[in-house]
């Protein structure tokens, strides 16, 4: 079955950097669209990156230019390099896999999680 493990948070001052990484297994890896997904308390889950089979990413206006998501077909892995971390990332963060799809569309259904790893950025 499909599986996704994160790993890579922790804490870290405003400014400063984490990677964080998905280990996927149970399917072809390289045919989905992959994505990070993060939610923060008393929040609600939003999209953070995406990448699609064709490594084509987007991202949430608010990580712009200081995330970078990437995939590595060959080992089946899914990475985030967080770089100046504000406070306002705190967050859980979670890997997705979405159900059908190798292209990522606003619309694109991830029905596949990871358990999530926390962020916690201190200001």
């Known amino acids: 079955q499909v599986q996704l493990m994160e790993s890579g948070g922790g804490s870290v001052q405003a400014g400063g950097s984490l990677r964080l990484s998905c280990a996927a297994s149970?399917?072809?890896?390289?045919?989905?669209?992959m994505g990070w997904f993060r939610q923060a308390p008393g929040k609600q889950r939003e999209r953070v990156a995406t990448i699609d089979s064709g490594s084509r990413t987007r991202y949430a206006d608010s990580v712009k230019g200081r995330f970078t998501i990437s995939r590595d077909n060959a080992k089946n892995t899914l990475d985030l390099q967080m770089n100046s971390l504000k406070f306002e990332d705190t967050a859980v963060y979670y890997c997705?896999?979405?159900?059908?799809?190798?292209?990522?569309?606003?619309?694109?259904?991830?029905?596949?999680w990871g358990q999530g790893t926390q962020v916690t950025v201190s200001s």
């Open positions: 149970g399917y072809t890896y390289s045919r989905y669209c």
């Open positions: 997705a896999r979405a159900r059908a799809s190798a292209y990522c569309a606003d619309w694109t259904d991830f029905g596949y």
